[in-house]
């Protein structure tokens, strides 16, 4: 990812290699499927029983029961090229639609300020200076009406929303929609945050929470890869983190004591 002469906008570049890999919050998917009712039945068929395709949403899952946050790049392939998705308003509002209903049915909901979508730009190789400002300062919510914006979309179903019919039918009349990578942030857990007071987990410590996804799954994020757990898991997890604070403060409180003895006796050596 690049930045342009002006700094209007970051942007990405048409078939080069992020300069980042897959790892504990970075994950790449070449689709848009958010949900699990999103995902086409032929991605779901195959001879070895293994789905060529999974829904974006185990991975934010998994990147908020860790706690650590991170970020899911829809646009670009496992294997780190940039190939972007072309989308047109009507599709962007689509998106953010249809993550907002997504955390809406997690167990407990996800909150709007514990995740942030961003649509940046991607431009050719060979673009000007000037053409990638000019791409990279393209407002696409000045081309349409607000009216038509507030046309209610289709979520959780696998078929086409008419938002897609819409860019469809333009595209037959040449007009194409801008090419994005859509980055779907997911914030650390911040304990000290007030809007996180509601939902952690703890009266004395703030924990994060653990969230189910539509399906009622548990994951986490442990390297590049994502681990199903079961409630019982997730059970002992929690225990040995809260053990594992409780020792962190039990030996800072120590120390404190310890200083606080060692303060004391200098002064009061001081005094005789």
């Given at each position: ?19 980042f ?50 970020t ?9 090229i940039v ?36 649509f ?43 938002c ?18 859509i ?21 004395l ?39 594992e ?13 310890s ?7 200098e ?6």
């Amino acid at each position: 990812m690049a930045e342009g002469r002006l700094k209007v906008k970051c942007y990405y570049v048409w078939g080069t290699t992020v300069p980042f890999e897959e790892d504990s919050c970075h994950e790449f998917k070449g689709h848009r499927n958010i949900c699990v009712e999103e995902l086409p039945p032929w991605t779901q068929e195959s001879k070895n029983d293994k789905a060529s395709r999974r829904a974006v949403s185990r991975t934010l899952n998994a990147f908020l029961n860790t706690g650590k946050g991170g970020t899911v790049y829809l646009g670009i392939v496992d294997s780190g090229i940039v190939h972007g998705l072309k989308l047109s308003q009507f599709q962007k509002d689509h998106i953010v639609g249809s993550l907002d209903d997504l955390f809406s049915r997690y167990n407990p909901p996800v909150k709007p300020h514990r995740y942030r979508v961003r649509f940046v730009p991607v431009v050719k190789s060979d673009s000007t200076p000037d053409e990638i400002i000019t791409q990279c300062s393209f407002d696409s919510s000045e081309t349409v009406d607000d009216k038509d914006r507030l046309r209610p979309h289709i979520y959780r179903n696998h078929k086409y929303c008419w938002c897609d019919t819409d860019s469809l039918a333009l595209c037959n009349y040449g007009v194409m929609s801008p090419d994005y990578v859509i980055e779907i942030e997911i914030k650390p857990w911040n304990p000290n945050d007030p809007l996180n007071k509601q939902d952690a987990c703890g009266s004395l410590f703030s924990f994060h929470p653990i969230h189910e996804d539509e399906e009622g799954t548990v994951y986490f994020r442990r390297q590049a890869s994502l681990i199903k757990y079961s409630m019982t898991e997730v059970a002992q997890l929690t225990r040995q983190e809260v053990h594992e604070t409780c020792q962190e403060e039990i030996y800072r409180l120590k120390r404190e004591i310890s200083l606080l003895k060692q303060s004391n006796c200098e002064s009061g050596g001081m005094e005789t």
